[in-house]
């Protein structure tokens, strides 16, 4: 048994932000009290939480933990690793590992090997379409009752109008999301940032914000015409939100996730550095304030890291040629708390939403602190000092823009199942 005593107890289901204390007995929450009410029983383990946010486990519903296949970048047990020091508790990783998760093998594999080495929960995102190559569905119902718990060809959209419908019937009828990577290929093709002023002046192709906002209208329409769920992967563009608002506006089920690395940096911030390449780009100035005012509005349903580990020598290399994508997990919690909270743009609450009971929510679940709910808890401070030194990651990548960057605010104690995973 493990008890959090005196926490700051914020919880988004309930709304309540009160001193706590949370009794916890393996996968789940046996008792929750006013502070100071609750004593450890028998040989309760005690983590004093005085001073300390005591927030549901949050969920990154966008990762890449690179395994089967890819190792030399990330393993399963890395960027759990990574994950649970940025106070996650469960992860969603993509399907584009090598072989892709299009089947339940592969499914059955990632589950077998979280059970093994994963520090937080592993929740599996099936391919869309075989291989995720866009010509024909992917044994979705096997790979649900394997345990995934949407779809994505992420990493591109999937391929054609024709073959999204297709998909987001079976998945209406599963009842699972579709996790949208929405991009005009065509657009798209060719590029490595954002078109405007810096792609000019650094001499390198930019695709326009509509290269995915012309997709996310395609989505909206097909969610229109299936009722299915859709959720659009790393939304960057205003564009992109006013569909997302339209169709939310029309009660569609239609949700959306923004980064980290979105809402933090522009386009005018990329150098000649690949640690700043990443698909979607990172936008225009009035993209990133539409994006703020998404995250404030309630219109963004989720903060999700698109943790994309990919190691030296892969990333050290051109602009041109390195692979897009950046690690996420350790810097997600920081991030928001600068540029959301301590300047003032939304509450601490609704951040907590947005890491918590948001991306539940798009996965049909819930996350709540209260007696019988999974023992999963992400204790964070506000104020806490610190620099993020890429070389000291947990995960085995070190492609990120953040290195060396100085944050108030940070993750103190994660636990899954009862468990303190991460402690610092
Ligand atoms: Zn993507």
Known sequence: MLLVKNGRVLDPASKADVAMDVLLDGEKIADVAAAGKLSAVNDAEVFDASGLIVAP???????????????????????????????????????????????????????????????????????????????????????????????????????????TRQVMDYCRSLDIPVIEHSEDVSLAAGAVMREGVTSTRLGLAGMPGAAESVCVARDVQ??????????????????????????????????????????????????????????????????????????????????????????????DVEFDRAPFGITGFETALALALEQLVHTGRISLMRMVELFTTGPARVLGMERKIAAGQPADLTIFSTDRAWTFRAAESASKSRNSPFDGRAFKGAPVATVVAGRIVFEN
């Open 57 to 163: 486990g949050f969920i990154d519903i966008h990762a890449h933990l690179r395994e089967p296949g890819q190792e030399s970048s990330e393993t399963i047990e890395t960027g759990t690793r990574a994950a649970a020091r940025g106070g996650f508790t469960a992860v969603c990783c993509m399907p584009n590992t090598k072989p892709v998760n299009d089947n339940a093998s592969v499914t059955r594999f990632i589950l077998d090997r979280a059970k093994a080495a994963a520090s937080v929960r592993v929740w599996p995102i099936g391919a869309a379409s075989v291989g995720s190559k866009g010509e024909a569905v992917a044994e979705i119902a096997a790979m649900k009752q394997a345990g995934i718990v949407a779809v994505s060809d992420d990493g591109k959209p999937i391929a054609t109008a024709r073959l």
């Open 222 to 315: 097909l969610a229109e015409l299936t009722g299915a769920r859709l959720h659009i992967a790393h939304l960057s563009a205003k564009g992109s939100l006013d569909q997302v608002r339209w169709a939310k506006q029309r009660d569609l089920r239609v949700t959306c996730e923004v980064t980290p690395h979105h809402f933090t940096l522009i386009d005018e911030d990329v150098q000649y550095d690949s640690r700043y390449k990443m698909n979607p780009p990172l936008a225009a100035r009035e993209d990133r304030d539409a994006l703020l005012a998404g995250l404030a509005d309630g219109t963004v349903d989720a903060i999700a890291t698109d943790h994309a580990p990919h190691e030296p020598a892969l990333k």
